[in-house]
Every structure is written in C-alpha cells, then in structure tokens.
C-alpha cells in the first residue's frame, strides 16, 4: 500500500519535504560536476574554436614523426633548429627556416627515432626566410606531411606547433591565428627588406622551434614557424604553406627563387597624426618618404617626401605621395602593401597604383622590379 504526504504527521511531512529539497541539490550539484569534467576533458581532447576543432593528441600522433631536429656549427656555436619532410617530384625533401641554415656547417637531421644523417641546403630564400634541404636515409625514415593551403585560414581558426624548442625534440604547442598577412623584420637575413605575408598565431614557439610545421585542425601544414622575432613573447609567426608551395619548384632545381617583387620605395604607415601634419585627407595608406631614383617607382613618377618633421617623438619625411591602392585593392599600411605585392604579382607586370597627391586622387602605372638578390 502506497501513503502519501497527506498521511504523515505534519513533522514527518516537512522531514520529507527537507529530503527532496536536498535530494534534488544533490542530483543538481552533480549534474554541474559532470558538465565541468566532460568541458576540460573536451578542452584536452579537442582545442575547439568556433566551429572548428583541433584535436592535439590526433595531430601529434599523426605527424610528429614527419617532424626533424637539424644541428650544425656556426662560427661560434652550435645550432639547433627544426625541420619537417615533404615529398615533391617523387623525392623527399626538409623544409626549414633560411635563418636555421644560414652560415652552417657540418649540417645533420635528426629523425624522430633518433638516427641522425648529414644533409645539404639544396635551396633557400633569405626573402621569405624559407630553405629546403635534402638528405640521404632510408625511405622508412620519411614520413610526409602535406602542404595544405594556407589562403583557407581565418583569424580565430585553432593551430598547433611542432618543434624542437630549445632542443626539447618532439614538443607541441596549441593556439589559434591571431592575424594573418603580418609583415616582420629580419635584417640579418633579407638585406633590410620585410618578410611580407606572414601567420600571427597564439601557440608559444621558442628559439629551436624554427622551421617546425603550423598545422590546421585537419593535419595539413599551414605554415612555417619562425622564433626569430626578437621581443614577440607570446606571439608566434609563420611563413605561409603558400608561399613554400609557390617557392617549392624553383628551389628544388634552381636554389633560389628569384620573383619577388621590387616597389622601390621606403614608406611609413599614415595614421591621425601624421595626417592632421601633413593636411592630407586620409588616414590610411602608405606614406612615400622616398622613391629609390631609377627604381621602378620613381620611373613611373611616384614621388618621395622632401620636408623633414617630428611626430610625437618620431621625424618623418613628408610631402610624398601616400599610396592607398593596387590594382583597385584597398591598401591600408604596409603590411598590406607587401603582402598584396607577394601573394599578387609578378616582377615585370604593370600595376595601378592609387595615389593621394596634393589632396587629390590620381593612378599611375608601375612596372615592378626584381628585388636584387642577396
């Protein structure tokens, strides 16, 4: 015989109405305890942005073993740097950082089962910091990972990072891309010339880490990574897939690659102060301080400042023209001025340049240069 509440003594029935209470605190507590377990072990299993989804422990399985430890001497140390194989033309190949190799002897690569081979720069490109090696082992020691397309990334997609940081071979890293098409500066290997349409990304690199692979949440390479940047703690940058993927034939056969293009100009970013300087009529752009004389700018009349003033602390040349297009693309600051030169010509085409000159609108024609080899 069932009884219900209405039979209990009034005690017993706020006894019993006291158990639910604490019954259904209970079941809600723990509801709530599984929902916070099963969202960390979501977050290890699976670094999910959006509706992307990056599981790291997939990713390292699956290519870790692609990923190489390359040592040599410079002329006062030893060098460590990381590596990664891709297979072109039938043949195995190392993909690095210029920087890694540059200036090394007695180069070797590291493999992840620890048998180490010597090997030789067979290519590189100080320009874009790129360098493609090849080495003599057995065929079961390349593993292959696979260019994908890094023009598919989007700020905010999850990346992860493998290298050898410091030597600690095998280390992998997760972050997300914080920009793309940076531009960064490396005066010791690219002549004073930018490495143009570079990854910003999130996943902490270190010096050992360069030449490493930036993978997508689908195991592809997205990216070189470099440590290079002096003071960027707690940023990573990487040289795109794309332009390893456009390099990639010319290194292999030629050891070089010799189609960047050359502007031939020196320019600063516009912003709100240098325009209220300058009286101009907009705050973004490129503002021209010189035109290399005889360079492919000055030869189509793009002209160069002339008045030297200061803003908050910083001397500029104005007067110049200030660039604000290419061929109808939106140029904002330099980033973007030499990020659209790489990723979109050719040295020998001729492009529109829009230009602010005077308070007013005008384009000119500019066949590019060949930036001179280093």
């Known amino acids: 015989m069932q009884i219900s509440e209405r039979d209990l ?14 019954e259904r605190r209970t079941i809600l507590a723990i509801s709530i305890l599984i929902i ?18 990056l599981n790291a422990v997939r990713i390292y399985a699956n290519s870790s073993r692609s990923v190489v430890t390359i040592q040599g001497d410079s002329a006062t140390q030893t060098v460590l740097g990381s590596g990664f194989v891709i297979r072109y ?10 920087h890694v190799v540059d200036g090394m002897v007695n180069v070797t690569v590291t493999f992840w089962d620890g048998n180490a081979y010597a090997t030789k720069v067979i290519g590189s490109d100080g320009y874009e910091d790129t360098a493609i090696l090849a080495v003599s082992a057995p065929s079961d020691e390349f593993y292959p990972l696979q260019l994908g397309s890094s023009s598919s990334l989007s700020v905010g997609d999850p990346v992860a ?68 940047v002096t003071g960027s703690q707690g940023l990573g940058f990487a040289i795109p897939s794309n332009t390893i993927a456009r390099e990639l034939s010319s290194l292999v056969n030629t050891g070089k ?7 031939g100009i020196a320019a600063t970013d516009m912003n709100y102060q240098l325009s209220q300087v300058t009286h101009g009529i907009v705050t973004y752009g490129v503002l021209v301080e010189k035109s290399v004389g005889n360079g492919p700018a000055s030869l189509a009349g793009v002209k160069g400042g002339t008045n030297l003033v200061t803003v908050a602390g910083q001397q500029y040349l104005t007067g110049g023209d200030i660039i604000i297009s290419i061929n109808g693309a939106r140029i904002v600051n330099n980033d973007a001025l030499s990020t659209y030169l790489e990723r979109y010509t050719l040295p020998g085409e001729t492009v529109q340049v ?17 930036r001179p080899p280093l």
Do not use: C, E, M
Request: net charge positive.
């Open 9 to 22: 003594p009034r005690r017993n029935r706020k006894w019993a109405k006291r158990v639910g209470i604490t």
């Open 354 to 370: 829009g230009i602010i000159r005077d308070g007013k609108f005008i384009s000119v024609q500019v066949t590019l240069g060949t």
């Open 36 to 53: 916070v377990v099963a969202s960390i072990a979501s977050y290890y299993a699976g670094f999910a942005v959006g509706n992307a989804r």
């Open 89 to 98: 033309a039938n043949s195995n190949y190392i993909v690095t950082n210029f």
């Open 161 to 228: 990072a493998i290298g050898n940081p410091y030597g600690l071979s095998g280390s992998i890293t997760v972050g997300i891309v914080g920009q793309l098409g940076r531009t960064i500066q490396s005066d010791a290997t690219t002549g004073g010339y930018a490495i143009a349409d570079v990854i910003q990304f999130s996943a902490q690199i270190n010096p050992g880490n360069s030449g490493g692979p930036l993978l997508n949440a689908d195991d592809f390479v997205v990216g070189v990574t470099t440590a290079q």
């Open 257 to 263: 690659y010799a189609k960047h293009p050359y502007l």
